[in-house]
């Protein structure tokens, strides 16, 4: 299973709006997408568990992806979080 180590750079980290557009991307994948931080693991499709990580700016997620469209999904995503979600700061 591939897995990314991504790092959230954008101001006010991963909250209700992020957390949002992290699920959006995920869910346009058939793979299955965990998301760890700390030690707490989560669906990367459950906006209720992505939001409980509370990934603040400098935090660092593990994102892996199992299934047919894996390195697709892991690209998307952390293109999302490279991009501040599309988010100015």
Do not use: C, W
């Amino acid at each position: 299973m591939p897995t990314r180590d991504l790092p959230i750079v954008n101001k006010l980290g991963l909250h209700a709006r992020a957390a949002s557009k992290f699920v959006t991307v995920a869910s346009r994948y058939e793979s299955r997408i965990t998301v760890v931080k700390d030690g707490r693991e989560v669906s990367g499709k459950s906006i209720m568990g992505v939001m409980m990580l509370a990934a603040a700016r400098g935090s660092h997620i593990s994102v892996t992806a199992e299934g047919p469209d894996a390195e697709e999904a892991l690209d998307g995503i952390a293109d999302l979080v490279a991009d501040r979600f599309g988010e100015s700061q």
